[in-house]
């Protein structure tokens, strides 16, 4: 099965796609959701909505868990006096994540890893600030004077561990191909969200390889996902030729998209000055391998796969 993917994907980059990638994005959003709700719709019925959702929160404010109104983000000062750690539950080159509490209620509190990286982590600030949504995991406070933000704290980890996860008991019955499927349209809508978010079309730069861009989500204990670090994401703009690379390496693998990869030949030295810039078809190019993962291997996968994977060839 993954050589049939792989076979995909070479189809997919031999030759030009005249649909616009902001389309062809819609195009697989909109087969993924006929798969889900018509194609074998009387497999699965969903419950009944328990209540009317609350309303989202006015910028600036949140609310989580019990709480019945929306409370302004933390400031630097409710942070140091109103947050006490308990454990550091992950590190990465920008942030020490640690699992915290504030009154009486898990948190996750981020905190800078050194003054070198300050200017990636006020990014990733900003970018929680502005992108608050359903797509986007919920902002309580921060704090730039002292490097540090707090968010909601999500206990089933990043997608990394989705397996483990599926596996506990407590959600084997989840482990069906509809509530993977629902996973997979779940992600790229939010790859559609930051493709035309209020800031512009981001790429998300952090996801050179599988790993890299499952740590990049967390799943909520109501089974959705969310983006969680937004450290890495550039902006295009086609309309005045502003395009993007993700760093200043070479990247390689068959996971990043083609247009990532070196293309002057093995022969030929990687000078960053010279590798050519991109936009955001390279977070399209990635479906696939994400969605083939996160549907896994459960009885009725296969058979989504064999309609997913005809999509990029459209």
């Known amino acids: 099965?993954?050589?049939?993917?792989?076979?995909?994907?070479?189809?997919?980059?031999q030759r030009e796609i005249p649909i616009p990638p902001a389309a062809l994005l819609l195009l697989a959003m909109v087969l993924m959701n006929i798969l889900l709700y018509l194609y074998l719709d009387h497999v699965f019925v969903s419950p009944p909505p328990s209540g009317v959702e609350a309303r989202p929160c006015p910028f600036g404010t949140f609310r989580m868990g019990q709480?019945?109104?929306?409370?302004p983000w933390l400031s630097c000062e409710s942070l140091r006096t109103g947050v006490r750690k308990l454990k550091r539950v992950g590190e990465g080159a920008v942030k020490r994540v640690f699992l915290s509490e504030w009154k009486e209620q898990?948190?996750?509190?981020?905190?800078?890893?050194?003054?070198?990286?300050?200017?990636?982590?006020?990014?990733?600030v900003?970018?929680?600030?502005?992108?608050?949504?359903?797509h986007v995991v919920l902002l309580i406070g921060y704090?730039?004077?002292?490097?540090?933000?707090?968010?909601?704290?999500?206990?089933?980890?990043?997608?990394?561990?989705?397996?483990?996860?599926?596996?506990?008991?407590?959600y084997q019955s989840l482990n069906t191909w509809h509530h993977r499927l629902k996973l997979a349209?779940?992600?790229?809508?939010?790859?559609?969200?930051?493709?035309?978010?209020?800031?512009g079309t981001l790429v998300m730069c952090d996801s050179n390889d599988l790993d890299k861009m499952l740590s990049q989500y967390l799943l909520t204990s109501s089974f959705r996902i969310v983006a969680?670090?937004?450290?890495?994401?550039?902006?295009?703009?086609k309309s005045n030729g502003t395009l993007i690379k993700c760093g200043h390496r070479e990247l390689v693998g068959e996971f990043v998209a083609p247009e990532q990869l070196w293309p002057y030949g093995e022969e030929t030295p990687f000078y960053d000055e010279r590798m050519p810039p991109y936009d955001e078809k390279t977070d399209i190019w990635k479906i696939p391998d994400v969605a083939s993962f996160l549907l896994g291997h459960v009885e009725g996968s296969d058979v989504v796969r064999f309609h997913l994977f005809e999509i990029p060839q459209a």
Do not use: W
Request: net charge negative.
């Open 185 to 199: 349209i779940n992600y790229v809508n939010i790859i559609n969200y930051l493709h035309t978010s209020p800031l």
């Open 143 to 170: 704090c730039e004077d002292d490097g540090t933000f707090l968010t909601e704290y999500h206990p089933l980890g990043t997608l990394k561990t989705l397996e483990e996860t599926l596996n506990l008991p407590k």
């Open 126 to 134: 900003k970018m929680l600030k502005s992108l608050q949504s359903e």
């Open 1 to 13: 099965m993954e050589k049939k993917l792989q076979g995909s994907k070479r189809g997919f980059s």
């Open 228 to 237: 969680n670090d937004l450290d890495a994401l550039p902006v295009v703009n």
């Open 106 to 124: 898990k948190v996750a509190l981020s905190q800078l890893t050194s003054p070198e990286v300050k200017e990636d982590f006020l990014h990733g």
């Open 67 to 71: 709480m019945k109104n929306c409370s």
